[in-house]
C-alpha cells in the first residue's frame, strides 16, 4: 500500500458540490468530510481495503438534485439492505426509492441506486482503483497527489 495516507475512509463519491466521503472511526462513530474539489484521484489513497466509489458527476443533474432534497442519506452504520426511517426510528428492508427525506439507507443500497442512474462505481483493491466499467487506475503517490495525472 502507498505509504503518507490515512486510509480512514469507507466512500467517496463526486457529486455537483464536490468529493464527499464517509467513514467509521476507531471510536465506531460515523464521520462526514467534504471536500471543495472535482477531482476524485488525490483522494484515492485515502480509502480502506474493499473501499467503495460512486462518482455521480456523469450522473443527470436533476437526478442528483433530485436526491439530495428527497432521498435517503447514506449511514454506513445502517445493516445492508436496510433504512433506517428518521420518523418512527424503524429499521425497514427496502431500496433506495422507498426512503424518505431525511432516512438513512445502507451503503448497498446506496451504491445500488446511483449504478441505477448512471455513477460510476470503483473499488480500492490495493494500490489500484478497479472502476465496473473495466478501467484501473493507480493510486497516486501521496507526494504527488495533487498533480494531474
Known amino acids: 500500500m502507498k505509504s503518507g495516507y490515512e486510509q480512514t475512509v469507507t466512500m467517496f463519491g463526486k457529486a455537483l458540490a464536490g468529493v464527499y466521503g464517509e467513514g467509521i472511526n476507531e471510536d465506531g462513530n460515523r464521520f462526514s468530510v ?8 488525490p483522494y484515492y489513497g485515502e480509502l480502506i481495503e474493499g473501499g467503495i466509489i460512486v462518482d455521480k458527476s456523469v450522473c443527470d443533474e436533476t437526478v442528483v438534485i433530485r436526491s439530495v432534497v428527497y432521498g435517503g442519506m447514506l449511514d454506513l452504520k445502517v445493516p445492508a439492505g436496510k433504512i433506517a426511517r428518521f420518523s418512527s426510528k424503524e429499521i ?3 431500496k433506495y426509492e422507498d426512503a424518505e427525506t431525511f432516512d438513512y439507507v445502507a451503503l448497498d443500497i446506496y451504491v445500488e441506486y446511483w449504478r ?5 462505481i470503483g473499488v480500492r483493491r490495493g494500490d ?8 484501473v487506475e493507480e493510486i497516486p503517490d501521496f507526494e504527488n497527489r495533487f498533480i494531474n495525472h
Not at 467534504?34 to 484521484?41: E, K, M, T
Not at 441505477?116 to 460510476?120: D, F, S, T, V, Y
Not at 489500484?128 to 478501467?135: A, F, K, L, P
Open 34 to 41: 467534504s471536500i471543495p474539489d472535482y477531482r476524485l484521484f
Open 92 to 94: 425497514v428492508s427496502g
Open 116 to 120: 441505477k442512474n448512471g455513477a460510476r
Open 128 to 135: 489500484y482503483i478497479m472502476w465496473e466499467s473495466g478501467e
